[in-house]
C-alpha cells in the first residue's frame, strides 16, 4: 500500500522567505510527528500530532515554526522567515498509535523534505 | 552529555563477518529500545525493537543492559545489503513515539 508521501522533495529558498511542507499519512495511522535530520546528526524531534491535536510542540525550535493538521490526515508543517540553519531534511512519520508498545505501531518515516536556505 | 550516544563508525566489515556496536543511553528510567536503519539519502526504516530479555531476528540479535544503560546490535554473516547507517532510538520520558530520542548513527560499510 502507499507509505507516507512527503512533498517536495527538495526545497531552495532564499534566507527570510516562508516554506510550507506537506505531509500525508499512510491511511488510518492516527498519529503523525515531524522531524528534522541535519547532516551527522541523529534526528531531531520538532512535533507529533495525535489527531488533529498537537500534544507536544516542544521540539519546535522557534515561533518562526509552526504546523498543523487537518481532518486526522493531511499535515503541514511551516518555517516563517526561513535562516540558513534550518537547512536540514524534514522527515514525517506517522503510526497507527502513538504508543510504541503497541505491538503493530511501529514509525513509518517519509523520503524527507531537503530544505535548502541559500 | 547527548541523551543517546553512538560510535559513529565506519565500521568497515568483510562480508561473511560478525561486527557489533553498542549505543549508550543517559537515562536510567528508559523504557522502549530500537534499531532504525537508515540507507544513505533515504528514510530510516524500523529493523527491530530490543527486548529487555534481548531478541534475535534472523542475522541480527539485539541486546540491552540496563546496570551499564546501553544496548547493542550484532550482525551475523555480514551482506553487502547490510551497508547501512544503524539508528539507537531511546524513549525518554514515556511510551509516546513522540518522546524518542534517536542516536546520530553508526555506519556501516560491508566490503566485498
Known amino acids: 500500500g502507499a507509505g507516507v508521501s512527503q512533498s517536495p522533495s527538495n526545497k531552495v529558498t532564499e534566507k527570510g522567505k516562508d516554506v510550507e511542507l506537506r505531509c500525508d499519512p499512510i491511511?488510518?495511522?492516527?498519529?503523525l510527528y515531524w522531524y528534522r535530520q541535519s547532516l551527522g546528526q541523529g534526528l531531531e524531534f520538532l512535533i507529533y500530532f495525535q489527531g488533529n491535536s498537537a500534544p507536544d510542540k516542544s521540539g519546535l525550535p522557534s515561533d518562526r515554526f509552526s504546523a498543523e493538521r487537518t481532518g486526522g490526515s493531511v499535515s503541514t508543517l511551516t518555517i516563517q522567515r526561513t535562516q540558513q540553519e534550518d537547512s536540514a531534511v524534514y522527515l514525517c512519520a506517522s503510526s497507527y498509535t502513538s504508543f510504541v508498545q503497541v505491538a503493530n505501531s511501529p514509525l513509518h518515516f517519509g523520503n524527507g523534505t531537503r530544505l535548502t536556505v541559500t | 552529555r547527548k541523551e543517546v550516544e553512538q560510535d559513529p563508525g565506519p565500521f568497515n566489515v568483510p562480508e561473511g563477518a560478525t561486527v557489533a556496536f553498542n549505543c549508550t543511553y543517559s537515562?536510567?528510567?528508559?523504557?522502549?529500545f530500537f534499531w532504525y536503519r537508515q540507507d544513505c539519502r533515504k528514510e530510516p526504516k524500523l529493523l527491530m525493537s530490543?527486548?529487555?530479555s534481548g531478541n534475535e531476528d534472523g542475522r541480527f540479535t539485539a541486546q540491552l543492559n540496563r546496570a551499564s544503560q546501553y544496548i547493542s546490535l550484532l550482525i551475523r554473516d555480514s551482506k553487502l545489503s547490510d551497508s547501512a547507517t544503524y539508528l539507537c532510538v531511546v524513549n525518554i520520558e514515556s511510551d509516546s513515539w513522540g518522546k524518542l530520542q534517536f542516536g546520530a548513527g553508526t555506519q556501516v560499510v560491508v566490503t566485498p
Open positions: 537515562n536510567s528510567a528508559s523504557q522502549s
Open positions: 491511511s488510518g495511522h492516527t498519529a
Open positions: 530490543v527486548y529487555s
